[in-house]
C-alpha cells in the first residue's frame, strides 16, 4: 500500500510591522501567472532622548488576483463516488439556520464555497469568490473584489454582491453558527457599514479595527465558523425551509436528494467556474458504526470513509488501496462545562452554571478557597490522562501531546514550565486535598464530528479517571442530539472535542465569551478581558502578548479547553480513485475535502 503523505507548514503567512499597512499578496491554487505586488518602502523616523532611529517598514499595496483551478470545458463527469461518514443528521445549507456538522460537511463537500479558501499548504487565506481584498491602514475597511460569471446552482442566477452582503447577514442573525456572535459584531457593527459599492464589490466598515485573522477565519473554508454566500432571491421566493432543504451555492457539487440517517446523494456541477468534479455523482453515506464503515471499504462499496486509525491494517489489507496522510490536521482537548463565571445572580445567568460540581468554583475570585477547592479537581483529572499512551496507542503514533487546545503549531511560543505531567497517584492527593477522598461524578461525552479516535480517546480518558477513583458517566449520542445542549447552555459534565488549526490562539477564544453561540462551557471576568484585545489587535506582537495572558490563566487555573494532542489525519482510498492528497485544503480536516478532484484510476 502507497502511503501519500501532506506535510505541514507552521502558520506563519502573515508577519506585520507595528505600524504596517497590511495588503495581504494572495494567490489561489492553480494560478498560471501571478501580478507582482508593488512594494513601498518608507522610513519612519523616531525621536529619543539620546539618538536618532531609523526604521524601514514595507507596504504591500497590490493583491494578486488568481485565476480558475482549470478550464471549465476539460472534465465531463462520469461515475459514481461512495464516502462513508459517522454523522450526517438531514440535509441543511442555509447560511440562517444551518447547525453542525453539516455546517462543515457543506463546505467539505463543496457544496458550498466562501469568499475565501484555507490553502493545501499551511492553511493561509488565499481568495476564493472574492478574486481579492485590501485592507485600509487602519484595519477597519475591507473591500472585497467579487468574482465575475460564478452561477448558483439550480438556474438561480449569477451571484453578485447583494448575495454576499445578504449571506454574512443571515450567518451574523443565526442562533446555530458557532461564530454568529462575532460576524454579527464585525459585519453589522452599529459604528460601521456594510455596502456593496457595485454589483462586484463589497466594502465593509468594521466600525473599529480588528485583527486580519479574526476576519480572515469567518470568510475561509473548510471551516466551521466561517460563512459561505447562498442565492438570496432562492431564499426569498421560494422559504428559508425550502431553500435549506435544497440550497443554491456556487460549489463543485450540488443536492440532488438526501434521506435522514442514510445519505446525501450530490451531482456534479457541469462548467464549474473553479473545478468541475471527475466523478458525475457522489454519495455521502451515514454510517455510524466504524466496523461497518471498514466493511463497506474492503467490499468495495464505499471508495474513501472517516477512519479510526486502528483500523488501518485492515484497510492496508484491502488490494490497491492507498492512503491519504495530512500531519498536524487538527486538535483535541477536553472541556469542563459548567463554569460559567459571568453573569452570576442576573438574567444573564447560563442555565449549566454549576457551583456545586466539585469542577466549578462557587466563587470566581482565583485567590478564594472555594476557587482553589475546584481548581485542584481539575488539575487532578487533567494529570491522571497518559497522553503520550493516547498518542501511541490510539493515534498509532500519528500525532503529539497538546498542553492547550487552539495551540496546536504555536507550541514554540509556550513557556518551558507550561506542560501537563502524567501522575494519577497526585491526582488522588489533590482529590483528597479538595474533600474528595473518594472521588467524584462526573458525566462524559465524546463531541463525534469525524476527527480520529474521538470515541477511543474519550472512552480511554473514562478508564484513567475511574483508575484515580471518579464515577464517570460516559454517554455516547450523536453531535445533533448533543450539540443543542451545549447552545442551550443545559449541559453539565467534561467533553472530548476535536478542532481544526487556528490562524492563530487567539481564535479559539471566542469560545470563552458570553457573546458566542457555541461555548465551551467555561467563561471568567480575565478570558472575557483579554478575549477582545486579542481579537481587536491589528499588531500582532499585541496579539501574541494578550494571547500568552490567557493561556498562562488558563494553565495556571486549569480552567480553559485542557489540551490532549496534536493528530494527523488518515485516509484510505480504494483501488478504484486516485489520490488527490496535493488538492487538500487545509483549514480544518477533521473531515476530508477537495472530492471534486478525486478521479477514476485508470
Not at 128 to 147: C, G, H, K, V, Y
Not at 225 to 231: K, Q, V, Y
Not at 329 to 339: H, P, R, V
Not at 420 to 445: C, S, V
Amino acid at each position: 500500500m502507497r502511503n501519500v503523505t501532506q506535510t505541514n507548514h507552521i502558520w506563519r503567512r502573515w508577519v506585520m510591522a507595528p505600524v504596517a499597512f497590511l495588503l495581504l499578496a494572495l494567490t489561489a491554487c492553480g494560478t498560471s501567472t501571478v501580478p507582482t505586488p508593488v512594494v513601498v518602502e518608507r522610513v519612519v523616523v523616531k525621536e529619543v532622548p539620546v539618538e536618532v532611529t531609523v526604521e524601514k517598514v514595507v507596504e504591500i499595496i497590490v493583491i494578486a488576483t488568481p485565476v480558475p483551478d482549470e478550464p471549465p470545458t476539460v472534465v465531463r463527469p462520469a461515475g459514481v463516488l461512495h464516502v462513508g461518514q459517522k454523522e450526517l443528521g438531514p440535509f441543511m445549507g442555509h447560511p440562517g439556520v444551518t447547525g453542525q456538522p453539516q455546517i462543515f460537511l457543506i463546505q467539505a463537500a463543496a457544496i458550498t464555497e466562501n469568499l475565501g479558501q484555507h490553502n493545501t499548504t499551511d492553511g493561509a487565506v488565499e481568495p476564493m469568490l472574492a478574486e481579492s481584498w485590501t485592507i485600509s491602514p487602519d484595519f477597519q475597511t475591507w473591500t472585497f473584489n467579487i468574482r465575475e460569471g460564478v452561477e448558483f446552482h439550480k438556474g438561480w442566477g449569477e451571484m453578485t454582491a447583494d448575495d454576499v452582503i445578504w449571506s454574512m447577514e443571515q450567518v451574523a442573525a443565526s442562533t446555530k453558527h458557532t461564530r454568529a456572535g462575532t460576524v454579527n459584531e464585525v459585519w453589522r457593527n452599529p459604528e460601521g457599514s456594510l455596502v456593496a459599492v457595485d454589483p462586484y464589490t463589497v466594502v465593509l466598515d468594521t466600525g473599529r479595527p480588528f485583527a486580519d485573522v479574526t476576519i480572515l477565519e469567518q470568510i475561509a473554508s473548510p471551516r466551521s465558523n466561517s460563512a459561505w454566500i447562498t442565492s438570496r432571491k432562492q431564499s426569498e421566493e421560494l422559504g428559508v425551509e425550502a431553500a435549506n432543504r435544497d440550497i443554491a451555492a456556487t460549489g463543485s457539487w450540488e443536492l440532488l436528494e438526501f434521506k435522514t440517517g442514510e445519505f446525501w446523494r450530490l451531482k456534479a456541477v457541469q462548467d464549474h467556474w473553479r473545478k468541475t468534479p471527475f466523478f458525475a455523482e457522489m454519495f455521502l453515506w451515514e454510517i455510524p458504526e466504524e466496523s461497518a464503515r471498514v466493511a463497506g471499504f474492503q467490499t468495495g462499496k464505499l471508495d474513501t470513509f472517516i477512519m479510526a486509525l486502528d483500523s488501518l491494517p485492515l484497510v492496508e489489507r484491502v488490494e490497491g488501496a492507498e492512503l491519504m496522510q495530512v500531519a498536524n490536521a487538527g486538535q483535541a482537548a477536553l472541556n469542563f462545562y459548567g463554569q460559567m463565571h459571568i453573569g452570576i445572580g442576573t438574567p444573564d445567568q447560563a442555565p449549566n452554571y454549576g457551583p456545586e460540581l466539585p469542577w466549578v468554583s462557587a466563587d470566581p475570585d482565583v485567590n478564594s478557597p472555594e476557587w482553589d477547592q475546584a481548581r485542584k479537581v481539575r488539575e487532578a483529572l487533567s494529570i491522571s490522562i497518559d497522553r503520550q499512551l493516547l498518542v501511541d496507542t490510539l493515534l498509532r503514533g500519528y500525532g503529539r501531546p497538546l498542553v492547550q487546545r487552539d495551540w496546536a503549531g504555536f507550541e514554540h511560543r509556550f513557556p518551558s514550565d507550561m506542560k501537563w505531567e502524567f501522575n494519577p497517584e497526585r491526582a488522588k492527593t489533590l482529590l483528597a486535598e479538595a474533600g474528595y477522598p473518594d472521588g467524584i461524578t462526573i458525566t462524559l461525552t465524546p463531541s463525534i464530528r469525524g476527527a480520529p479516535a474521538e470515541v477511543e480517546t474519550c472512552e480511554a480518558i473514562a478508564g484513567m479517571w475511574k483508575d484515580i477513583g471518579v464515577d464517570v458517566k460516559f454517554q455516547r449520542i450523536p453531535y445533533t442530539t448533543f450539540r443543542p445542549q451545549i447552545v442551550g447552555r443545559t449541559y453539565q459534565g467534561a467533553t472530548c472535542h476535536s478542532v481544526g488549526i487556528r490562524l492563530s490562539p487567539s481564535m479559539g477564544l471566542n469560545n470563552y465569551m458570553m457573546k458566542s453561540v457555541f461555548n465551551y462551557g467555561t467563561m471568567h471576568p480575565v478570558l472575557e478581558a483579554l478575549a477582545p484585545k486579542a481579537l481587536e489587535a491589528v499588531d500582532p506582537r499585541e496579539r501574541e502578548k494578550f494571547e500568552l495572558e490567557a493561556a498562562r490563566f488558563c494553565f495556571e487555573n486549569t480552567f480553559c479547553a485542557t489540551g490532549l494532542y496534536v493528530f494527523d489525519n488518515i485516509w484510505a482510498v480504494g483501488p478504484k480513485v486516485e489520490p488527490w492528497l496535493e488538492h487538500v485544503r487545509r483549514g480544518d480536516l477533521r473531515q476530508i475535502n477537495g472530492m471534486e478532484w478525486a478521479r477514476p484510476r485508470q
